[in-house]
């Protein structure tokens, strides 16, 4: 298994680099030229807790990505 830290990967790519890639993606999104299935939901454990996984594609760029969202209601009621 393999951890990125926040460190590793501010070495791979810059916050500028990122938000100019997201203004190509969303233009992209507003022309209806991506395709987006319906996120995947992982329970993990019926406490609530949850990894979401929402890929996307770009035809034209034959660009992929993911975003990952993991959720812990409990965690964070103790951590408040």
């Given at each position: 298994m393999?951890?990125?830290r926040r460190e590793d990967i501010?070495?791979?790519i810059s916050i500028k680099?990122?938000?100019?890639i997201m203004k190509e993606v969303f233009a992209?999104?507003?022309k209806n030229n991506v395709v987006i299935p319906?996120?995947?939901?992982?329970?993990?454990?019926?406490r609530n807790d949850e990894v979401l996984f929402m890929?996307?594609?770009i035809p034209e760029t034959s660009s992929i990505g993911t975003k990952i969202v993991s959720v812990f209601p409990r965690t964070?009621?103790?951590w408040w």
């Open positions: 393999k951890l990125l501010e070495k791979l680099e990122v938000i100019d992209e999104v507003g319906e996120r995947s939901v992982i329970d993990l454990n019926n890929p996307g594609y964070l009621v103790r």
